[in-house]
């Protein structure tokens, strides 16, 4: 019997091997040019081809991208489960709630990962099977995992699916494979993510790694050991290790643990006695203690700040103990110090960088110092072991922060009432490289055993190719609209320094980030938020070019900063996407921070924009006439929810409300640089006289029918709670307020202070007075009404002159000689006069007062940002 032949982009190979072979030659030659590419990562090349498994997966930009998409549309042609005509017309508009706690989630750690049969919901809404989804920054290949899993997805999540597409009103998911290329800046991402949409036989891979861990065993097995009585030994866990300080008084050593942990009540105390004098003592006074070695690794001497062992945890014939380390204890470690490990290990400085670098106070400057002795030993060892076996190398790089100094102890749960729920570890501090008082050393041996358990339960046992890119997303190699669906998570701001955690496993890897183009906020690498937001945008605009016209991109978001929202939202607009959604996709299980700070983000947005199909935008870029406006509108009402339902009630959709149906129109014309043929009154006279009203929100005739029907299985309407923000949002607030009936300043004055109480800094409100003069009708009884149309208009025209007369005020603020930057500004008036200045088609001023104001005014403010960002290109 003749063994099937591997079938690669149309060659033939006879074992992987072989195409392995034939594909590194290939990509060794085609190195050179792929260095010009933007966010080419930093190590030799053997080392990047070692790593790689290309065509697959390339450790660098992948040079086969468009190889993969030419071989997967010639393959849509025959898959009998594809439509010709299948058209998207809305939103997946459905708050998504998906744990983290399975299997493949598990298998590995990341900063940020979405549960893959969150992303499911998506693909299958947005895609039918053999469609080429694209995630630009994969992160750890959830979005692979996911387009695979489409195809044989488990019982219970396609039972949930179902019925979730049923409950939504969506037509039934058509399950199949989908295709997926995934690319990201960081090659430890892109290798996590390669091993995760990589199936490995789960035998075979159980069978190699006993191997390589009985052989490990019987060379470093020695080094957990510890006494349970002196004929009885029994293996470490875990050890504790304290920090050591001295005392400002008689400088005595204070160890931290022994002194300042109360463990009969799991807490650490704020003041404590110095063991030797008495002196009463907190943290905050204390000096550290230090101790200077020679570190045979970087051949020189270090100075690091002094930690000694505590406690002990091991277990004995199935039964864990604890105990304080004894002498025999403190030889063993004493015995590994001296050791030379003899396997190569990263030696790495640490690069500049706010996370990078903080534990540069504690003399921890190099890679390896992260690591006790005992532990970095095991680990070279085994990684030297696991050089043939990549997923193995995946489990290893999975145990590296918990293996690592980062990890910290639930002082909680020493003592008290939370005592040992739980265990009495706690990880590491995530988005950090924050190194603890007391410390962690976990078993080496302890923490593969764990994971290989999990990953054996999470890899895919069949899969699809995934064609897997390391680079910046900035610059694809992809071909215009050659892409049917886009699903990204980016980095938010100054949320993680990706490139910076990243080190620690990078090093191991041999091949690190490029974060040149790394789209963050960043002092070391002089990256603002206006970097940040040229650098997403570029992405973002790449996304635009690759997607086909007609087509969806989703966007997870996961920030409390209003400017990063902005910039987001900014540079999807500016590019050409139409925002048609917000939602909300909850993980349930929240990070440390979610649980304990008052501004973290618990539920992350997920942003629904779609690229308009291109005989539309010609249409409106040919015609400046009103009567495309309608089109723009009616186009763009088909792309939104046309219900939206949660806990059994009719919600508010805000996108279908008249003034964001406004700025969306604004926002399409001024981003191609077309004059705006309607104004805010006439638009909202149109949209009465041509669409449906339900709800005070429009529809068209088809989509209210159908808005009846579903509402009339939820019939309780909640409109969307207001809070007061800005001047724009009190109007609003008003407005719902006084449209059921005539008010009293009195009456309206108290509910009004309650909604305003989170205004942003710099941004002037005026007095409630001042607001109901320019924008309501007030009645001989002294009560406040909205006006009519014809009242509206006269109201719109005096406060647009009240509006540029203060902003003219500013101007001649600005252009008095030696005139600082202005402190506080009535964001309304800015809008206004650069909406003026717009029209005149003075960019400058716009750009001149922009400079002046508070700069989380500008960045803050959607309009205001657009504004100026597009005045920048026209001077």
């Known amino acids: 019997m003749t063994k099937d032949k591997i079938l690669?982009?149309?060659?033939?190979?006879?074992?992987?091997?072989?195409?392995?072979?034939?594909?590194?030659?290939?990509?060794?030659?085609?190195?050179?040019?792929?260095?010009?590419?933007?966010?080419?990562?930093?190590?030799?090349?053997?080392?990047?081809?070692?790593?790689?498994?290309?065509?697959?997966?390339?450790?660098?930009?992948?040079?086969?991208?468009?190889?993969?998409?030419?071989?997967?549309?010639?393959?849509?042609?025959?898959?009998?489960?594809?439509?010709?005509?299948?058209?998207?017309?809305?939103?997946?508009s459905g708050d998504v709630n998906e744990g983290k706690n399975n299997p493949i989630y598990n298998a590995h750690g990341y900063h940020t990962k979405v549960?893959?049969?969150?992303?499911?919901?998506?693909?299958?809404?947005?895609?039918?099977?053999?469609?080429?989804?694209?995630?630009?920054?994969?992160?750890?290949?959830?979005?692979?995992?996911?387009?695979?899993?489409?195809?044989?997805?488990?019982?219970?999540?396609?039972?949930?699916?179902?019925?979730?597409?049923?409950?939504?009103?969506?037509?039934?998911?058509?399950?199949?494979?989908?295709?997926?290329?995934l690319s990201d800046l960081s090659p430890i991402a892109s290798f996590i993510a390669y091993n995760y949409n990589t199936p490995k036989e789960a035998d075979s891979f159980k069978k190699e790694t006993q191997k390589l861990m009985a052989e490990l065993e019987a060379e470093c097995g020695w080094m957990y050991e510890t006494f349970h009585t002196n004929a009885i030994k029994g293996r470490i866990n875990y050890t504790i290790w304290s920090s050591v300080f001295s005392c400002?008084?008689?400088?005595?050593?204070?160890?931290?643990?022994?002194?300042?942990?109360?463990?009969?009540?799991?807490?650490?105390?704020?003041?404590?006695?110095?063991?030797?004098?008495?002196?009463?003592?907190?943290?905050?006074?204390?000096?550290?203690?230090?101790?200077?070695?020679?570190?045979?690794?970087?051949n020189q001497s270090i100075r690091q700040a002094k930690i000694v062992p505590v406690l002990i945890n091991y277990t004995v014939s199935g039964k864990r103990f604890e105990k304080v380390p004894d002498e025999n204890d403190i030889a063993l470690i004493r015995k590994i110090e001296e050791l030379e490990i003899p396997f190569w290990f990263p030696k790495d400085r640490m690069p500049e960088g706010d996370e990078a670098r903080r534990n540069d106070r504690d003399g921890i400057t190099h890679l390896h110092h992260f690591y006790t002795k005992r532990n970095n030993y095991v680990i070279a060892s085994i990684w030297e072991k696991a050089s043939k076996i990549p997923h193995f190398r995946w489990a290893i790089s999975g145990i590296i922060q918990r293996a690592n100094k980062q990890h910290q102890i639930a002082v909680s749960r020493v003592g008290g009432e939370k005592a040992n729920a739980g265990g009495k570890t706690a990880g590491h501090r995530r988005g950090t490289l924050y190194i603890p008082s007391i410390q962690v050393e976990f078993s080496v041996f302890e923490l593969i055993y764990e994971r290989l358990k999990i990953i054996q339960k999470a890899l895919l046992k069949r899969s699809t190719p995934v064609a897997i890119s390391t680079q910046s997303s900035t610059k694809l190699q992809l071909k215009d609209e050659s892409v049917d669906y886009i699903f990204v998570d980016p980095p938010f701001g100054a949320n993680i320094m990706y490139s910076e955690l990243n080190f620690l496993w990078e090093g191991w890897l041999k091949v690190k980030t490029n974060n040149k183009k790394e789209a963050?906020?960043?002092?070391?690498?002089?990256?603002?938020?206006?970097?940040?937001?040229?650098?997403?945008?570029?992405?973002?605009?790449?996304?635009?070019?690759?997607?086909?016209?007609?087509?969806?991109?989703?966007?997870e978001f996961s920030n409390t900063s209003a400017s990063v929202w902005n910039s987001i939202q900014n540079a999807l607009q500016r590019v050409g996407f139409i925002v048609?959604?917000?939602?909300?996709?909850n993980k349930k299980q929240e990070t440390h921070s979610a649980r304990t700070s008052s501004t973290a983000v618990k539920q992350d947005l997920v942003i629904s924009c779609y690229k308009p199909s291109k005989d539309f935008v010609d249409k409106i870029e040919s015609s400046g006439s009103e009567v495309i406006v309608w089109d723009f509108i009616s186009e763009h009402l088909q792309h939104l929810p046309v219900h939206s339902k949660r806990e059994k009630s009719t919600t508010a959709i805000i996108e279908r409300s008249?003034?964001?149906?406004?700025?969306?129109?604004?926002?399409f014309y001024l981003m191609r640089g077309l004059p705006i043929p309607i104004n805010a009154k006439e638009f909202q006279d149109g949209l009465k006289q041509r669409f449906a009203t339900r709800d005070d929100m429009f529809f068209t005739s088809v989509q209210a029918a159908e808005y009846d029907e579903k509402k009339a299985l939820a019939p309780n309407f909640v409109q969307l709670a207001l809070i007061i923000g800005n001047e724009s949002?009190?109007?609003?607030?008003?407005?719902?307020?006084?449209?059921?009936?005539?008010?009293?300043?009195?009456?309206?004055?108290?509910?009004?202070?309650?909604?305003?109480?989170?205004?942003?800094?710099?941004?002037?409100?005026?007095?409630?007075?001042?607001?109901?003069?320019?924008?309501?009708i007030q009645e001989t009884d002294g009560s406040w009404r909205t006006p009519d149309p014809s009242e509206a208009k006269d109201r719109e025209i005096l406060r647009t002159k009240v509006l540029l007369k203060e902003f003219n005020e500013y101007i001649a603020i600005i252009k008095q000689p030696k005139a600082k930057k202005l402190k506080e500004v009535r964001v309304e008036s800015l809008r206004t006069g650069f909406k003026n200045c717009w029209d005149n088609k003075d960019f400058k001023t716009i750009l001149e007062l922009g400079d002046m104001i508070p700069q989380n005014i500008l960045l803050e403010d959607e309009k205001l940002l657009m504004y100026y960002d597009i005045a920048k290109d026209r001077v």
């Not at 603002?528 to 989703?554: A, D, N």
């Not at 008249?658 to 926002?667: A, E, G, H, Q, S």
């Not at 008003?734 to 109480?757: E, G, V």
């Open 8 to 92: 690669c982009l149309g060659k033939e190979f006879t074992t992987e091997e072989e195409r392995r072979a034939f594909f590194r030659s290939e990509l060794r030659a085609k190195l050179p040019d792929l260095k010009s590419i933007d966010g080419f990562p930093f190590g030799e090349d053997e080392d990047i081809i070692e790593l790689s498994d290309p065509p697959y997966y390339t450790a660098c930009p992948n040079p086969w991208l468009n190889d993969f998409v030419f071989n997967w549309e010639t393959k849509k042609a025959v898959l009998s489960n594809r439509m010709d005509n299948f058209l998207v017309s809305e939103p997946y």
């Open 115 to 181: 549960p893959h049969p969150a992303v499911m919901r998506y693909i299958l809404h947005y895609t039918q099977p053999g469609d080429i989804v694209l995630d630009g920054f994969a992160g750890t290949g959830m979005a692979g995992v996911a387009a695979q899993l489409c195809a044989f997805p488990d019982p219970e999540t396609h039972y949930r699916i179902e019925n979730e597409f049923k409950d939504l009103g969506l037509k039934p998911p058509v399950w199949g494979t989908r295709n997926a290329i």
């Open 248 to 298: 400002p008084q008689c400088s005595g050593e204070i160890v931290f643990w022994e002194t300042a942990i109360d463990k009969d009540k799991g807490a650490v105390l704020d003041e404590f006695l110095c063991p030797h004098c008495g002196a009463t003592q907190s943290k905050r006074q204390l000096d550290k203690a230090w101790v200077t070695i020679f570190d045979s690794a970087i």
């Open 520 to 555: 963050i906020e960043n002092r070391f690498q002089g990256k603002s938020l206006f970097e940040y937001q040229f650098l997403i945008e570029s992405c973002f605009h790449e996304f635009y070019r690759v997607l086909r016209p007609g087509k969806w991109m989703t966007v």
């Open 580 to 585: 048609s959604n917000v939602s909300f996709l």
């Open 658 to 667: 008249p003034k964001i149906l406004y700025d969306r129109l604004i926002t």
């Open 729 to 776: 949002d009190a109007i609003e607030w008003l407005k719902s307020r006084l449209r059921s009936k005539p008010q009293k300043y009195n009456d309206i004055m108290p509910d009004f202070r309650i909604a305003t109480q989170s205004l942003r800094k710099g941004d002037t409100l005026p007095e409630l007075q001042e607001i109901l003069n320019e924008n309501f």
